[in-house]
């Protein structure tokens, strides 16, 4: 009976100490869908082709709340329950109202997205008291404009303003769960193929070894082995692409909606250019057999300065990182961006911008 106690408590222990964080969005959104009867971790998804503006918007949140109640507070909160285009993007949001000398009892949030920690902004002068473990509580007079944070699971006068929530790809929570596309749920990712139907050809794909078709207006041909082309990828995390460029080829300006860290390794001579933000553009020279790093969510291009072709390979830390094209995006979209809108923001005038969005914008993505 002890040993078994010891081992309870152990188990308590370890899981005590695990980091859980909101999935990050597998697809482009994952609009929650309340009216499904399939019940998983959040919600399944919506599909995509009745999803509206609308999902994605809420009102309210300028409207002062009833605080004529005992404690003399009232919290509006705007979470995926209220807003379904918040599902799966770990982010929510609450307005506090205060009467004079008004309260907002002592709250314990029992999510949290990683960091573990929310932030708030103060309107009026507050003053906010959180609670530590077998230390004395911290006092904070909070003026207009002042934000603070809440760390992990203690307890405070005041309720969440946002969640800060590390998102990541979810976890294998078995052996493997491979990507049923035949299936009707829509969930973030894809659900689990019956195990029983799974063989062998779910865990391999064949064409990287073949060259991409570079014969297009940039040059270059991305071919991406994703869950999209690989079911066994489906919660691993992971994804490849080889990316063919023919001499002075282009892989233009991208970025990925679902922020993976990418490592592409060059096979021949390339020129990688990345961008920061408020800062000059890096530039690095990729000689053969070079591997290049990079980090979440910068904008970065490849570009073959010689006179024979070249490939790279490149492993992506998600298993459905997706690509938008800063090129195509902007002058491609369909309808239209405003043209007054990419005036004013590229500063050039209105006949410009109406020559490139009448341009063909090529897709070098297979």
Known sequence: MAAKTLLLALLAMASSLAMASDPSPLQDFCVADKDSKVLVNGFVCKDPKVVKAEDFFFRGLDKAGDTGKKLGSNVTAVNVNKLAGLNTLGISMVRIDYAPRG???????????????????????????????????????????????????????????????????????????????????????????????????????????????????????????????????????????????????????????????????????????????????????????????????????QFNPGHTKTVAIGALSSQNPGTITIANAVFGSKPPISDDVLAKAFQVDKKTVDWLQAQFWADNNN
């Open 103 to 301: 309260l907002n009892p002592p709250t314990l949030t029992p999510r949290h997205g990683d960091p573990h920690r929310h932030r708030r902004t103060a309107l009026r002068r507050l003053r906010h008291i959180q609670q530590r473990q077998r230390q004395p509580s911290l006092h904070q007079d909070a003026e207009e404009g002042l934000q603070r944070w809440q760390p992990k699971s203690s307890s405070s006068l005041l309720a969440m303003a946002s969640s800060l929530a590390m998102a990541s790809d979810p976890s294998p929570l078995q052996d493997f769960c491979v990507a049923d596309k035949a299936s009707k749920v829509l969930v973030n990712g894809f659900v689990c193929k019956d195990p029983m139907q799974v063989t062998a050809e779910d865990f391999f794909a064949m064409g990287l070894d073949k060259a991409g078709n570079t014969e297009n207006k940039v040059g270059s041909m991305v071919t991406a082995v994703n869950v999209n082309k690989l079911a066994g990828l489906n919660t691993l995390g992971i994804s490849m692409v080889r990316i063919d460029y023919a001499p002075r080829g282009l892989n233009p300006p991208h970025t990925h909606p679902v922020p993976p860290r990418s490592s592409p390794t060059a096979l021949g001579r390339l020129r990688h250019i990345q961008h920061r933000q408020r800062q000059s553009s890096l530039h690095q020279d990729a000689e053969e057999g070079r591997r290049v790093c990079v980090p979440e969510g910068l904008i970065h291009f």
